[in-house]
């Protein structure tokens, strides 16, 4: 982080502080859902209407269960993860987050709740990856280095699947340990308010 002080520093605090991001990334949820009323809705966006809002939500829904899946292989700082998901991408959380988000997004379609997602992503993800990385470096060393040159960090560049042998999917580490179950309900209340408010459920 550098050490700054003064506003500097303390944007460098915020951008590197995962609880500041996991808690702003949920809080975007609902504010997608309550601006997708129609009233808020983009005209550029009004045509698609139905589908738009499905589609946005089918989305969320695949970066969902690529979490779930993701959450249930990993053992964080004990053991490098580098088949299933994590022969995609060094991070397949983040890639979770952004598909989750991005759906929630493109459901909303207000230009003012596009921008601040996009500079949410902006502010937190980069550097949430570089800090990810060094700390991973610093614990698995050439292991990680070896699986980190062909490994993209968050957008995969190759859909060649090494199938997963690092350890076996589990659920109790996947939903109750790391939160996905949680996550899985507070996604879906937020999908209902969406919906509810964009007029597709009453």
């Not at 829904?61 to 979490?67: C, D, E």
């Not at 709740?113 to 937190?124: C, D, G, N, R, S």
């Not at 610093?138 to 560049?157: E, K, L, V």
């Amino acid at each position: 982080m550098g050490g700054r002080t003064g506003v500097a520093g303390l944007l460098d605090r915020l951008r590197y502080n995962e609880i500041a991001r996991q808690g702003l990334g949920l809080l975007l949820l609902p504010i997608c859902a309550w601006y997708s009323h129609p009233a808020f809705t983009a005209a550029l966006f009004t045509a698609s209407g139905d589908i738009r809002v499905w589609v946005g939500l089918a989305l969320a829904l695949i970066g969902q269960v690529w979490r779930i899946y993701a959450a249930g292989v990993i053992h964080k700082n004990k053991q490098l993860a580098t088949t299933g998901a994590y022969s995609l991408v060094r991070h397949p959380l983040y890639l979770g987050n952004l598909l989750i988000l991005g759906g929630f997004t493109l459901a909303c379609a207000n230009w003012v709740v596009i921008a601040v997602v996009v500079f949410f992503f902006l502010f937190y993800y980069p550097a949430a990856i570089r800090y990810e990385d060094r700390k991973l470096e610093n614990i698995f060393g050439d292991d990680w280095r070896q699986w980190s040159q062909g490994t993209p960090a968050m957008f995969p560049t190759s859909l060649k699947w090494t199938p997963n042998t690092d350890a076996e999917w589990n659920a109790r580490q996947s939903m109750i340990r790391n939160g996905e179950l949680w996550i899985s309900i507070y996604l879906a209340a937020s999908a209902w308010l969406l919906l509810y408010r964009s007029g597709l459920m009453s």
